[in-house]
């Protein structure tokens, strides 16, 4: 399929489509794209245990690492449109190199990328866009960070550069922690994306994550969601991946969406723009709405996971096209999106020792609620079947388990209900996702 679509009056057929990935964000993003009528084929690679309980969609046996068998499948397959779910190949550049075969490509190109693969470049592009964000200081080595820290004299938030899989951040409270985690980062703990560090100054506030899908020209806004990010109960424990959410995030109203589209997204498509980037996939904002206003605590290039698990079933069917229609540089020939009025809540079950050490390998049994045509849906990520033909574990995170309601209450209720009929050893989840808005 051609990427540039000015000639183009409509947009061309969706009927095959790739998804590279193998997480709870691609299962989600398979189900939800298959939703599109005239779909015949969703392949994920390489999927995991979840991806064909959608009759519509197929495992292929390709890591997202590998480039070449993706490019290669793209061929074979004749598909019309790929989704790259994650920041790993997105930073590696897999949508340039798609985009050389003339593919229709979800997921910004390298340069994109960088938003979320150096902390360093998105801090100077937010300070070039006077985008709101933390204050921060760059040290390219031990004893510089520490001399900043002398200098400074408070507690800092310490950040890897570099992608360190959500683990190379620590918010400090105290200049001893600073320095410790300094050192922690500098020991080589996080290969090359340790090489440098930003210092942040500590910002207060609760946090929200806004998604906007962008044609590298036009945004369109999608709901807000609330992530969980630490492990345990009252938001303790070490940063996860993420161990729940819902969307929408009650905290952003109308009023502060439009201000964080004026202040923050807009200005970061402008700013791309005028870098020659053209930017076509997701910008995710985190950000902490301070007393001052919101301000950006990161970008991710990507949905979130498991922020997409909580958003993907609130999306009408012409959600692939719209993704379609941003690959291609055309969001204004997209449909227009219809996105429901309910509550989507999302809670994570995870295998014990996740995140430093998760245990694999055991069975999963589930136990499916009887009655019929309730809004849950399971979303897999560390599954697969073993040799025996059991689902078992094969990765921290393990199943997500979403359901819609006309309130919050409704909605975790359903979700609540459903884990108890999924078991393995050691599963674990946390029992207070959406604690802000459950009552
Ligand atoms: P990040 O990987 O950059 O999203 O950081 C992980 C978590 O660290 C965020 O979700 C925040 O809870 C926290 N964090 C990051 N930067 C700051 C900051 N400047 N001030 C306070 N907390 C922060
Ligand atoms: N849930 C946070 C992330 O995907 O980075």
Request: glycine share 10%; proline share 4%.
């Given at each position: ?48 245990a979840g991806t064909e309980s959608n009759n519509s969609c197929k495992c292929l046996d390709i890591e997202e690492s590998d480039s070449k068998g993706i490019k290669q499948a793209c061929q074979s397959l004749n598909v019309d449109l790929v989704v790259i ?355």
């Amino acid at each position: 399929m051609k990427q540039d679509m000015t000639s183009i009056k409509n947009l061309p057929p969706l009927r095959k489509v790739l998804i590279v990935g193998g997480g709870g964000r691609e299962n989600a993003l398979a189900w939800a794209i298959a939703k599109f009528e005239k779909i015949e084929k969703v392949f994920v690679a390489p999927g995991n245990a979840g991806t064909e309980s959608n009759n519509s969609c197929k495992c292929l046996d390709i890591e997202e690492s590998d480039s070449k068998g993706i490019k290669q499948a793209c061929q074979s397959l004749n598909v019309d449109l790929v989704v790259i779910g994650g920041e790993k190949p997105l930073s590696l550049g897999l949508a340039d190199q798609l985009r050389e075969d003339g593919l229709a490509v979800f997921g910004p190109g390298k340069n994109g990328a960088q938003l979320e693969a150096s902390k360093n470049w998105a801090k100077e592009l937010m300070y070039e866009a006077s985008i709101p964000t933390a204050k921060y200081w760059l040290a390219n080595s031990k004893e510089e960070a520490s001399e900043l820290l002398k200098k400074i004299g408070t507690p800092l938030v310490v950040k890897a550069d570099g992608l360190a899989s959500g683990k190379g951040v620590s918010v400090c409270n105290s200049i001893e922690d600073t320095q410790a985690s300094i050192n922690e980062v500098f020991s080589g703990k996080f290969g090359k994306a340790g090489e440098k560090i930003i210092l942040e100054e500590c910002l207060q506030g609760p946090e929200v994550s806004i998604f906007a899908i962008s044609d590298g020209e036009n945004l369109i806004i999608l709901p807000t969601a609330q992530d969980h990010k630490r492990l345990l109960d009252g938001d303790k424990g070490p940063n996860t991946g993420g161990m729940g959410a819902y969307a929408p995030a009650k905290i952003v109203d109308a009023e502060k969406l439009q201000q964080i589209k004026k202040t923050i997204l807009l200005p970061t498509l402008e700013i791309l723009k005028k870098k020659n980037i053209n930017y076509r996939g997701v910008i995710y904002a985190g950000l902490m709405l301070t007393k001052q206003g919101p301000k950006v605590i990161e970008y991710n290039c990507r949905f979130g996971d498991p922020e997409c698990q909580a958003l993907m079933p609130l999306m009408g069917a012409e959600l692939a096209q719209v993704i379609q229609a941003a690959a291609l540089g055309a969001l204004e020939k997209a449909p227009q999106l219809k996105i429901s009025q309910s509550i989507s809540a999302c809670v994570v079950a995870s295998t014990s020792g996740y995140p430093e050490n998760p245990k694999k390998g055991d069975v999963i049994s589930i136990t499916q609620n009887k009655k019929k045509d309730l809004p849950i849906q399971l979303f897999h990520s560390g599954t697969k079947l073993n040799s025996e033909g059991n689902l078992v574990t094969s990765g921290g995170r393990v199943l997500s388990v979403v359901a819609q309601g006309d309130n919050y209450k409704d909605a975790f209720k359903l979700v609540y209900e459903t884990l108890k009929g999924i078991n393995f050893n050691g599963i674990y989840y946390r029992n207070d996702i959406g604690y802000q808005v459950r009552n």
